[in-house]
């Protein structure tokens, strides 16, 4: 194992592979985002999770539930090691584990623990134009571990591009991400499980940036 990934304290399946197989360009994003991690002021106004992390109601408590690697958090406060966070999203007809971006684009943000769901704060409700499905606004205030954030999403997207160029060209060209649709990209990605020697953190890293850069999210 390379020694930038020894040290580190974030998830070391997000990187694992790139250490061993995948081209160097892969890796060294991989380090700058290692190295960017926790290095923020305390005053950001948004951070951006770097792996699958825990979400707790107290600092260093049981998680309650899983915020996604580019999901953003709004910063409230430091507490310590740990942040209280803020995190947005949409949840559709009465609710569920799963909270998600926008209403009507299923581009998971975090995933509640099935007996913690009921900590998310509902607000308002919108019905979906194309759809015709209910949404509602959620909440809720967090602790995470601040090692496990950038102040920068575009680190997080270089490293996709780079994971998306080592892992989507080997049976066919790649496709621009912009002729799907968040919806088309999340039953695509589902597909590809099988087919990368990507870790399952990676894809999903590679889903968040293909689903949030999609025909319907860019405009
Ligand atoms: C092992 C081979 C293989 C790998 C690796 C692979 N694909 Fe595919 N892909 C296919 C095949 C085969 C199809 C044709 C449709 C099908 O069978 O799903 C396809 C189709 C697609 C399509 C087009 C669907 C459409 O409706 O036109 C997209 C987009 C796509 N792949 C994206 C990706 C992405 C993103 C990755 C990397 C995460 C990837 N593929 C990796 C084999 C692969």
């Not at 002021?41 to 979400?55: C, E, G, N, R, S």
């Not at 607000?123 to 909440?139: C, I, P, Y």
């Amino acid at each position: 194992m390379e020694p930038w990934l020894r040290s580190l304290s974030i998830s070391a399946a997000l990187f694992a592979l790139v250490a061993s197989t995948t081209p160097s360009s892969a890796a060294d994003s991989a380090k700058s985002i290692a190295e960017a991690a926790g290095h923020f002021p305390d005053t950001i106004a948004t951070v951006y999770a770097v792996a699958p992390l825990p979400l707790s109601t107290s600092p260093g408590g049981p998680a309650v539930g899983t915020l996604n690697p580019s999901s953003s958090a709004k910063v409230l406060a430091v507490e310590g090691d740990d942040l209280k966070v803020e995190i947005r999203g949409w949840q559709q007809g009465s609710g569920g584990r799963l909270v998600f971006l926008a209403a009507g684009r299923r581009i998971p943000v975090a995933e509640m623990k099935d007996d913690q769901k009921g900590l998310l704060r509902r607000g308002a409700t919108q019905t979906d134009g194309t759809t015709g499905q209910e949404w509602t606004e959620v909440s809720l205030e967090a602790y995470a571990p601040r090692k496990q954030f950038v102040g920068n999403v575009e680190l997080l997207w270089t490293y996709a591009e780079e994971l998306m160029n080592a892992n989507c060209t080997t049976c066919h060209a790649r496709h621009p991400v912009d002729h799907f649709t968040a919806n088309q990209w999340a039953g695509l990605i589902r597909t590809k499980k099988e087919r990368v020697t990507a870790s399952a953190d990676q894809l999903t890293l590679m889903g968040q940036y293909v689903q949030k850069h999609a025909s319907d999210m860019v405009k």
